[in-house]
């Protein structure tokens, strides 16, 4: 059945148990049994409406026109029944979704930002690809397949067990010649609707099954040209210098062709199972007209006998067929259920890689202390062995060497951001750090916000941040606080650094940790800018790492990496 057996169930149940046993459980209870007695209430109704049947064609028949009219009355009484349980069944059904969704988008949202899982993901070499589609597309669809399936289920066997008791009793007895006896079948259209099921059930499975993986990769294509074509609008000004549109485009559309040569085989396959649902379908129309006819030509059952007859194959038919009805949303409801469970995993794969990296203990003390440090790889590689070191409150040290003897990968263990390292490292307590990259990140929003990111510990006044500005000769953009721009297109590269600088002097932190902070500036404006540190943030000790020679005048001490391993640390 698609894939979908007993494991895939558990994973199933697992996704989506969190939301009934949360904060939320006994409104989420509530709402479900509310949504089931609707569900119930409609084959209810269904049953009601098919017992009408024999009564109104028969008074019809029988040309009793005070029967018709009692017959009109009940219908209208129980159509009116029939569109509010379906309005509001629908209605709270997708109450229901849109609250669950929102619970596990929270939940998903939390634990992919828990602990910087979302940068330490991308150091695994797994199948999560393009989280954002998981949590923004693949919960939505996870979340409305899952109702629709579930309550569609559950109807499904409802309706069966009501009518395929009215179709035995109204079915009778079939009696068949065998050699020289004479066998008879009670009930006999119900075991005609059970052997048509499982037939067309059994060749729907056969003929729909590669769709899953189909679809489960068509998904993951879809994310993989989506996201170039992102990266094109993030990486503009880069590839408008190169002229590299020419490259671009056979990039996006080797991407789109492996996009559409896969929705090609959905659709081979889904025309495949289009054909047989259609046929199945319109047999089971006029099958059970021709299995009944004999009764009634030999007037054993009247015109409304027939009728309620059909209707109640038809509902039988329909329930046994619900696998056969949905069997493409099972298909990508399956591939759902998978990414998302492949998230799952690898987030927990993440989380318990995060504490296998280096020990930092906050500690009540004025230094940061680095013991018996060693730092590797994902592949094992060695990049640093028993590092150790020590600085004071005001210490500045420049980290240096060749480029890939692991200088960035430093600052990442120091942050607690690289699991791929062992040693202690004790850092103070209550104390702030703040890092500056070599490429800041701008979020989206005011320029106010883009200068206080990640978020002030108190308030800061517009003067502190003019400031600020006019020291790192940013004042120019003083009557643009409040505007919404992409600050990351509007703004060169050297004056991205020269905001994160702004940051620096108005957070104040207590360690202050920079990768290339000045890499893109000239060096008189970099000359400019630690001495700005030297003199407004007296009590900031920081960590640089560089390559210009120039940066050595700006430190107390200096750190040289070689790139196999080994290190060298000298007062400057």
Same mark, same amino acid.
């Given at each position: 059945m698609t894939g979908i057996n007993l494991g895939f169930l558990k994973d199933s149940w697992r996704l989506a148990r969190g939301y009934w046993h949360s904060e939320e459980k006994w409104q989420a209870r509530g709402l479900t049994a509310v949504i089931v007695t609707l569900n119930i209430a409609h084959v209810y109704i269904l049953v009601l409406l098919n017992m009408w049947t024999n009564r109104f064609y028969n008074a019809l028949q029988n040309f009793d026109r005070e029967e018709y009219v009692s017959a009109l009355g009940e219908f209208c009484l129980l159509a009116g029944m029939y569109i509010i349980v379906a309005v509001y069944e629908l209605y709270l059904q997708q109450m229901l979704e849109i609250r669950w969704r929102r619970w596990l988008t929270k939940r998903y949202l939390d634990s992919w930002l828990a602990n910087r899982n979302y940068y330490r993901l991308q150091l695994l070499d797994n199948n999560t690809d393009n989280p954002d589609q998981r949590i923004s597309e693949d919960l939505r669809l996870f979340t409305n397949y899952s109702l629709r399936l579930a309550m569609g289920s559950l109807k499904a066997l409802v309706t069966l067990v009501c009518f395929i008791t009215i179709l035995w009793e109204m079915s009778g007895i079939l009696t068949v010649p065998v050699g020289g006896t004479v066998v008879t079948i009670s009930g006999y259209m119900v075991w005609v609707a059970l052997l048509y099921a499982i037939i067309g059930n059994w060749l729907t499975h056969k003929i729909g099954k590669p769709l899953?993986?189909?679809?489960?990769?068509?998904?993951?294509?879809?994310?993989?040209? =989506?996201?170039?074509?992102?990266?094109?609008?993030?990486?503009?000004?880069?590839?408008?210098?190169?002229? +590299?549109?020419?490259?671009? +485009?056979?990039?996006?559309?080797?991407?789109?062709?492996?996009?559409?040569?896969?929705? &090609?085989?959905?659709?081979?396959?889904?025309?495949?199972?289009? &054909?047989?649902?259609?046929?199945?379908?319109?047999?089971?129309?006029?099958?059970?007209?021709?299995?009944?006819?004999? =009764?009634?030509?030999?007037?054993?059952?009247?015109? +409304? +006998?027939?009728?309620?007859?059909?209707?109640?194959?038809?509902?039988?038919?329909?329930?046994?067929?619900?696998?056969?009805?949905?069997?493409?949303?099972?298909?990508? &409801?399956?591939?759902?259920?998978n990414r998302l469970h492949g998230f799952v995993c690898n987030m927990e794969q993440v989380s318990a890689l995060a504490d296998t990296g280096a020990t930092i203990h906050k500690a009540a003390a004025s230094s940061l202390a680095v013991a018996g440090l060693n730092i590797h790889l994902p592949d094992g590689k060695h990049l640093l062995s028993e590092l150790t070191f020590s600085l004071e409150t005001g210490d500045s040290l420049l980290v240096a060497g060749p480029s890939g003897s692991g200088k960035s990968t430093l600052l990442r263990a120091l942050s607690g951001l690289w699991p791929y390292a062992q040693g202690d490292i004790t850092i103070p307590s209550g104390q702030t750090i703040l890092f500056l990259p070599q490429k800041s990140y701008l979020p989206l929003g005011t320029l106010r916000e883009v200068l206080l990111y990640p978020g002030p510990r108190q308030p800061v006044r517009d003067e502190e941040i003019y400031a600020a500005m006019t020291l790192c000769r940013l004042d120019w953009l003083k009557g643009q606080l409040d505007n919404v721009e992409d600050w990351s297109h509007v703004l060169s590269l050297g004056e991205q650094q020269r905001v994160a600088f702004v940051r620096a002097l108005i957070h104040k932190p207590d360690w202050l940790f920079m990768d290339e902070a000045t890499s893109a500036l000239d060096e008189p404006t970099e000359r400019m800018l630690y001495t700005l540190l030297r003199d407004q943030l007296k009590n900031t000790a920081t960590i640089s790492v560089g390559h210009r020679g120039t940066l050595t005048g700006y430190h107390k001490k200096k750190l040289t990496l070689d790139g196999t391993g080994c290190w060298s640390l000298l007062n400057l």
């Open positions: 899953s993986k189909l679809n489960f990769d068509q998904q993951r294509y879809e994310a993989d040209f =989506r996201f170039s074509l992102v990266r094109l609008r993030e990486n503009s000004e880069s590839i408008a210098f190169y002229g +590299g549109e020419s490259r671009e +485009g056979q990039s996006f559309m080797k991407r789109f062709n492996t996009v559409l040569a896969n929705f &090609w085989e959905i659709m081979k396959r889904q025309k495949q199972v289009t &054909w047989f649902i259609s046929g199945y379908g319109q047999i089971a129309i006029i099958f059970p007209i021709l299995v009944t006819a004999p =009764r009634y030509f030999a007037k054993e059952i009247q015109l +409304g +006998g027939l009728l309620q007859i059909l209707a109640a194959f038809g509902k039988v038919q329909d329930a046994l067929a619900f696998f056969v009805d949905n069997y493409p949303l099972l298909a990508e &409801w399956r591939s759902v259920v």
